[in-house]
């Protein structure tokens, strides 16, 4: 094992030891209207990960208010970060629109918080497998 393979080791160890959070990251199928009852109902899930994670806001974030039909949201960015060697399913990949939940964490106020993926980070270096959210609260 070379210098630069053992201090990766060691990183993704520390890293993996602040992940205090436990979310999971799942897909969501198109709603689906019960003709029936007249109410719509949530589509299928695919959980694509669940076990833990760090998360933390993005410094920078702008806290950018935009408008959903007729109410206004507060959109805040966020950076999830879980173990490097997670795969996801075969044939799964990690594409804008997924989901993140909160599961638990040290922070109450977390907990039950539901993230939207914007994008995934990717390197071979890294010591954790960044993926960056947005809160649509």
Do not use: C, H, N
């Amino acid at each position: 094992m070379s210098i630069l393979d053992a201090t990766l080791a060691a990183g993704r160890r520390e890293a993996e030891a602040r992940m205090r959070d436990t979310v999971r990251l799942y897909t969501q199928g198109e709603d689906v209207f019960d003709r029936e009852s007249g109410q719509t109902a949530p589509g299928p899930q695919s959980t694509l990960y669940q076990g833990p994670a760090r998360i933390k806001g993005v410094a920078q974030s702008s806290g950018e208010d935009t408008q959903a039909g007729e109410r206004e949201l507060v959109l805040r960015e966020y950076e999830v970060a879980v173990p490097w060697a997670t795969t996801l399913p075969q044939g799964a990949r990690l594409l804008p629109g997924a989901r993140i939940e909160v599961l638990s964490s040290l922070d109450p106020r977390m907990a039950g918080l539901v993230l939207w993926v914007t994008g995934a980070k990717f390197a071979d270096q890294a010591t954790a497998w960044r993926i960056s959210v947005e809160d649509r609260s």
